[in-house]
DNA sequence: GCGCATTACTAATACGCATTAGCGATCCGG
DNA sequence: CCGGATCGCTAATGCGTATTAGTAATGCGC
């Protein structure tokens, strides 16, 4: 020990400690204690440091598939990138859990997630982590927030993106372009991502000054199928000048747009405008770049970082939803016969 | 406590435990204590655990720069796929600490690494671990495993790609498509990869009963600049039939291989081979796939994980290289004139 | 019915640090 | 020269677990 080396015994704790309490250090004895404690190696005993203190830094991120899984596409890499980052300038480190491993022993029974409680709190990722479960950590009291919305969970703390604003931005954007006939093409899904941007789509129009009738959106459930370079055709007769797809883990509205607006011979940024509620699947990033919004998955990991770090200072903090970033692109130009 | 509950105390601790200790426990206070446990959703403090000198199923993975970097490119994904898998299946969880953010403080003392000592043992990536301080928690008798390559460092275990074996191997296939005169493009870098890399293509030629002379090996800390099309043109004027090049962080080598065989005129796998001691960068990955082989990353990880499962568990085991995989690829062929 | 073993548990302690109350010394105003 | 305040440090306690020593209860042989 090194209280033994220098002449004190836990006033090394408070030299070391570095806390801004009031308790106060001689210069000179706080000289002493570091010379011996580079004379002797010291170093402090995490486990010990964290048991005293009665929290261990360190924050869960769970996750139902594996954090890591070998299918890269799908995987929450962006958002971790936030997540580190953001935790570690709080100095958190992180525990991984997944669902499939979790319980040590094992059997990824009910318990699983009873695991998590090691952690000071814990981040959930993906919607598939039980809701009773969940619901059962924050009755306990422990900190947990879902990255992504979730609002059907009375009491859970999310962050999520806000699809309603970008996709108002988006549709802003259009009007200004002179867009004054714009149709939605979204899939067959009710998930909150998904009426989240159509609520934002509807909104945008109305705010521009624009119709919203039910003729505006184009909802299908298949729409490579449905969205035919025809009907594509019909809509530029009829008057639309601008078509706004939704982005979906397929990615098949936006496709579909594509397809049948080449199909139909349309020259893109030209003859009509299009632009992406979210980011395009990888083989369609480039060339051109769609007009649209970015979610910003690093920053909603930092978010959700942030928010966690406040449940578990005690804080009542609430950070729900971050704003997406407008992506200018190349397939939305001014409407035909626009100055 | 799950004491209070259940009824007992630190009976508690014998039955999670698991221990084959001498200690006598009733299976009916077992099952109290258990449903206890369960019923509470009861978790065993890691840091108490670790002070008590017992296990707490935590590994660390240490890496100095984020795990989750920015540019995906130079990231320790793979590997990282094969760590999670591997722990999951022997039941630990990940603790991830990043080097940068030790100590919240900002500043990375030369405490930077104690961190990890909360963790059964700790998995190091990159090489950008201090030395001393590595070699300090192994003289504690603390487990680590540095994955990759670590001959330089005393009693450091670490696992690494048996590149010598597999640069042999890509060799010998050549030989076997009847190249009787094969150069290796290097770069002027003094890494074990490198250098491993080397070895193992000389000794291809030599069980190959080839010339391994200095001549074989062409080291350039520039490729780009100076494999030219007129020196490639030399080689096969001497009667080089086939061309070597090793991986590195930016593939100049082999991308400067590339370059000056189109350069030349030369038609890939008819008038000369080329092969590749590795991944190529991500913008050559295709069209044609080299010829070469592929550093089995979630391996290694996977391999790193037993590793220090072994060490944790008090074991002295070794097994430091993985086999590499040979990848046919497309850009080697029989050398010109042989059936 | 008395020692001795065995079984099934519990009380007590150690682990290494953070934190708090408290103690002696010095200082300061009056 | 005295009471109170401030400074600088230390003794003591608690954090939650694993482990060891020890105790009560029961069984068994003679």
Chains 1, 2 share one sequence.
């Not at 992406?276 to 930092?302: E, I, K």
Request: aromatic share 6%; proline share 6%.
């Amino acid at each position: 020990m090194a209280r033994l080396a220098g002449v004190s015994q836990a006033t090394v704790s408070l030299v070391l400690g570095a806390r801004k309490q009031g308790v106060a250090i001689s210069e000179e004895t706080r000289q002493k204690v570091l010379d011996a404690v580079r004379a002797l190696g010291y170093v402090p005993d995490p486990a010990a440091s964290r048991l005293a203190a009665a929290r261990n830094n360190l924050l869960g991120v769970f996750s139902f598939t594996s954090t890591f899984p070998t299918d890269v596409q799908h995987s929450y890499y962006p958002f971790l990138v936030g997540v580190e980052q953001e935790a570690a300038a709080r100095g958190f480190d992180l525990v991984l859990f997944t669902g499939s491993s979790t319980g040590g022993a094992g059997a990824a029974g009910p318990q699983a997630l009873n695991r998590v409680r090691l952690a000071d709190g814990c981040l959930f990722l993906g919607r598939h982590a039980p809701a009773d479960e969940l619901l059962r950590l924050v009755a306990d009291g422990f900190p947990v927030v879902h990255l992504g919305r979730r609002d059907e969970l009375e009491g859970l703390a999310w962050v999520g993106a806000d699809y309603i604003s970008a996709s108002r931005t988006v549709v802003a954007r259009l009007a200004a372009l002179g867009h004054r006939n714009i149709v939605l093409v979204r899939e067959d899904d009710d998930a909150p991502a998904s009426t989240d941007r159509e609520h934002g789509f509807l909104k945008g129009l109305e705010e521009a000054g624009l119709s919203g009738g039910p003729a505006a959106v184009f909802r299908s459930a298949d729409p490579r199928r449905e969205l035919t370079a025809e009907r594509l055709r019909g809509w530029l007769d009829e008057g639309v000048t601008a078509f706004v797809a939704e982005e979906t883990d397929t990615g098949d509205a936006w496709r579909a747009l594509c397809d049948a607006a080449r199909d139909a011979g349309v020259d893109c940024p030209r003859d009509a405008s299009l632009a992406l509620l979210g980011s395009p699947p990888p083989d369609l990033a480039g060339d051109p770049v769609p007009t649209g919004f970015d979610v910003p998955r690093p920053q909603l990991g930092a978010a959700a970082v942030r928010l966690l770090a406040a449940l578990v200072a005690g804080e009542e903090a609430t950070e729900p939803l971050v704003a997406c970033a407008f992506r200018t692109g190349a397939t939305a130009g001014p409407a035909p016969g626009h100055p």
